[in-house]
């Protein structure tokens, strides 16, 4: 059966609904080149790995480790531990420091898929398996652990990861009728055609990317997968027409084609030209720059902005029914939002997108006792039903004089400027803010004199309290390389800070150029 908007979101009718589809496809788009396989085809080759399960003993409710790359194999793998009734473990990069033994051990796995088994000494690992062996029926020399968990609850679906705001790792609990009424609410929000192809190619860990193969399958509509090295190539050579990214690819898109004086006309040509098929954009994994929502919000290429979080799934959304630049959109179905005298939004649902937190304590701060999530961050509706994000509770500043500020309200001023890409503002132990800003374009001595030019113009509007003493100047992009961004493409202020700290406690103005 094969889902259409408005009707109910079923987890366990997607695999047996790809059985004789000809029509739609998942691609792997690598190195330039494009493999495409029908839903048929995936249908079959899921049955061969959910053979490959069965063969080394795995059951229902066990857990299935994944440590590896991108690969038709890995949503191959992950189809056929939903279906078995397994959960997935969808390691992120950083676990591949991990001992593996130790890994296996502490998160109950009954088998460990990698890219390729390591050819080193030691223990045999027998239920250590490499993703090309799914292709087997009868694999040789593999077999469950002996110590291995089977205590899943009735909704567990999957375990997944999530760094936040924080950078740390934490696990959490999926849930099926969370994730099925995720689905649903994107289904019945947007307009989908069984003909769109959407582009993906953040990791396969990051359960969000796994949520766009659930629903292109559930309502039939064709799934493309590039590495990011490949990203632009693809969006070319694939032909795309839907798209769900990071604000940060967003506002370099804004960076390529908003600069110069190019007017409306040329900025759609040029558009068109980079993503000729696109119908529109969705973003929402973090904060995005209001001037490239702006920026957006003038072409022919509407984006999206919603808001979601791993713990409760998605909040609000600006959709093509209500739309509103410069706010996260209207409440998701199904969902309802409170603002607590702090300002912190609460949200609270029949099911959530993820149960609970696993090997974390959060101390009760964020699954509360009513059922409401914490979500950590602050806002506030207008008039027109419309969520505003103020910014992160944690972030709050209080100064000297005891005020309290946000700092992302004055990077967002700060970013609003031409010559400025990104802002983080600190509070110190000083009478006044510190604030580390990255040039929009590569340095000039002219360029940062009309920075500090304009910071001590916003010292004068916003007053004493909030006066901006020194600032760090950089040509470094931000980066989860660098250690800038979180995993989930957040700012990172803690090492930011850290990186800067002796600039930031400079009297007056500083450089760091790279």
Same mark, same amino acid.
């Given at each position: 059966?094969n889902?259409?908007?408005?009707?109910?979101?079923q987890?366990?009718d997607i695999?047996?609904?790809?059985r $004789?589809?000809?029509?739609?496809?998942?691609?792997m788009?690598q190195?330039?080149k494009t493999t495409?396989y029908?839903?048929?085809?995936v249908h079959s080759d899921i *049955?061969k790995a959910?053979?490959f399960?069965?063969?080394c003993?795995v059951?229902?409710g066990?857990?299935i480790?994944?440590l590896?790359?991108n690969?038709?194999?890995?949503?191959?793998?992950?189809?056929?531990?939903?279906?078995?009734?397994?959960?997935?473990?969808?390691?992120?990069?950083?676990?591949?420091?991990?001992?593996?033994?130790e890994?296996?051990?502490?998160?109950?796995l009954?088998?460990?898929?990698?890219?390729?088994?390591?050819?080193?000494?030691?223990?045999a690992?027998e239920?250590?398996c490499?993703?090309?062996?799914?292709a087997?029926?009868?694999p040789e020399?593999r077999r469950?652990?002996?110590?291995?968990? @089977?205590?899943?609850?009735?909704?567990?679906?999957?375990l997944?990861?999530?760094?936040?705001?924080?950078?740390t790792?934490?696990c959490?609990m999926?849930?099926?009728?969370?994730?099925q009424?995720?689905?649903q609410?994107?289904w019945?929000l947007?307009?989908?055609l069984?003909s769109?192809?959407?582009?993906?190619?953040?990791?396969?860990?990051s359960?969000? *990317?796994?949520? +766009?193969?659930y629903?292109a399958i559930g309502?039939?509509?064709n799934?493309i997968?590039?590495?990011p090295?490949?990203?632009?190539?693809a969006?070319v050579q694939?032909?795309?027409?839907?798209f769900?990214?990071?604000p940060l690819?967003?506002?370099?898109?804004?960076?390529?084609f908003?600069?110069?004086n190019?007017g409306k006309?040329?900025i759609?040509?040029? +558009?068109?030209k980079?993503?000729?098929?696109?119908?529109?954009?969705?973003t929402g994994?973090a904060p995005i720059r209001?001037r490239?929502?702006e920026?957006f919000?003038g072409t022919?290429?509407p984006l999206?902005?919603?808001y979601?979080l @791993?713990?409760?799934g998605?909040?609000?959304?600006?959709?093509?029914?209500?739309?509103?630049p410069?706010?996260v959109g209207?409440r998701?179905p199904?969902?309802?939002?409170?603002i607590?005298a702090?300002g912190?939004?609460?949200?609270?649902k029949p099911?959530h997108l993820? +149960?609970?937190?696993?090997?974390y304590?959060d *101390?009760?701060?964020t699954y509360l006792?009513?059922?409401?999530?914490a979500?950590?961050?602050?806002?506030?509706?207008?008039?027109d039903?419309?969520?505003?994000?103020?910014?992160r509770?944690k972030?709050?500043?209080?100064?000297?004089?005891?005020?309290k500020?946000n700092?992302?309200?004055?990077?967002r001023k700060?970013?609003?400027?031409p010559?400025?890409g990104?802002a983080?503002v600190f509070?110190?132990?000083?009478?006044?803010?510190s604030a580390?800003?990255?040039?929009?374009?590569?340095y000039?001595?002219?360029?940062?004199?009309?920075i500090w030019?304009?910071? *001590?113009e916003?010292n004068?509007?916003? $007053?004493?309290?909030?006066?901006?003493?020194?600032v760090?100047?950089?040509?470094?992009?931000f980066?989860?390389e660098n250690?800038?961004l979180t995993?989930?493409?957040?700012l990172?202020?803690?090492?930011?800070?850290?990186?800067?700290?002796?600039?930031l406690?400079?009297?007056?103005?500083?450089s760091?150029?790279a």
């Amino acid at each position: 059966m094969n889902n259409l908007p408005g009707e109910e979101m079923q987890l366990a009718d997607i695999v047996s609904s790809m059985r $004789g589809n000809t029509s739609n496809w998942i691609a792997m788009h690598q190195l330039g080149k494009t493999t495409t396989y029908t839903f048929d085809q995936v249908h079959s080759d899921i *049955q061969k790995a959910m053979e490959f399960l069965r063969a080394c003993g795995v059951q229902a409710g066990m857990r299935i480790g994944v440590l590896a790359d991108n690969s038709y194999q890995w949503i191959v793998l992950d189809l056929a531990t939903l279906q078995s009734g397994c959960l997935l473990v969808g390691f992120p990069d950083a676990f591949a420091r991990n001992d593996i033994d130790e890994l296996a051990e502490r998160f109950e796995l009954a088998l460990l898929f990698v890219n390729k088994r390591p050819a080193t000494e030691g223990p045999a690992r027998e239920w250590m398996c490499e993703l090309q062996e799914l292709a087997g029926n009868s694999p040789e020399k593999r077999r469950i652990r002996n110590s291995i968990g @089977n205590g899943a609850e009735p909704d567990d679906l999957t375990l997944h990861f999530s760094s936040g705001s924080s950078g740390t790792l934490k696990c959490l609990m999926g849930g099926r009728l969370g994730t099925q009424a995720f689905i649903q609410g994107y289904w019945d929000l947007f307009p989908w055609l069984h003909s769109d192809a959407m582009l993906a190619f953040m990791p396969l860990s990051s359960y969000q *990317q796994r949520l +766009l193969v659930y629903s292109a399958i559930g309502f039939p509509h064709n799934l493309i997968f590039t590495s990011p090295g490949e990203l632009m190539l693809a969006f070319v050579q694939t032909k795309p027409t839907v798209f769900v990214g990071p604000p940060l690819f967003f506002e370099r898109l804004e960076k390529k084609f908003g600069s110069g004086n190019q007017g409306k006309t040329e900025i759609n040509v040029s +558009l068109r030209k980079f993503a000729p098929t696109i119908r529109f954009f969705i973003t929402g994994m973090a904060p995005i720059r209001q001037r490239t929502v702006e920026f957006f919000a003038g072409t022919e290429t509407p984006l999206y902005v919603v808001y979601s979080l @791993n713990e409760s799934g998605t909040v609000t959304a600006n959709t093509p029914d209500n739309f509103k630049p410069g706010t996260v959109g209207c409440r998701f179905p199904d969902t309802e939002i409170n603002i607590a005298a702090d300002g912190e939004i609460l949200v609270r649902k029949p099911h959530h997108l993820s +149960l609970r937190y696993l090997y974390y304590d959060d *101390q009760g701060l964020t699954y509360l006792p009513d059922a409401y999530v914490a979500t950590g961050d602050l806002g506030h509706f207008d008039d027109d039903g419309f969520l505003h994000i103020v910014g992160r509770k944690k972030n709050v500043i209080i100064t000297s004089s005891g005020l309290k500020l946000n700092p992302e309200q004055i990077e967002r001023k700060m970013e609003a400027w031409p010559e400025v890409g990104r802002a983080v503002v600190f509070g110190t132990d000083h009478p006044y803010l510190s604030a580390v800003v990255q040039y929009a374009a590569p340095y000039n001595v002219e360029i940062e004199q009309r920075i500090w030019k304009q910071v *001590q113009e916003l010292n004068k509007e916003m $007053g004493v309290a909030c006066f901006i003493g020194t600032v760090a100047f950089t040509n470094d992009e931000f980066t989860v390389e660098n250690g800038f961004l979180t995993r989930n493409l957040k700012l990172d202020r803690q090492h930011i800070y850290t990186a800067f700290e002796s600039q930031l406690l400079a009297e007056g103005k500083t450089s760091a150029r790279a």
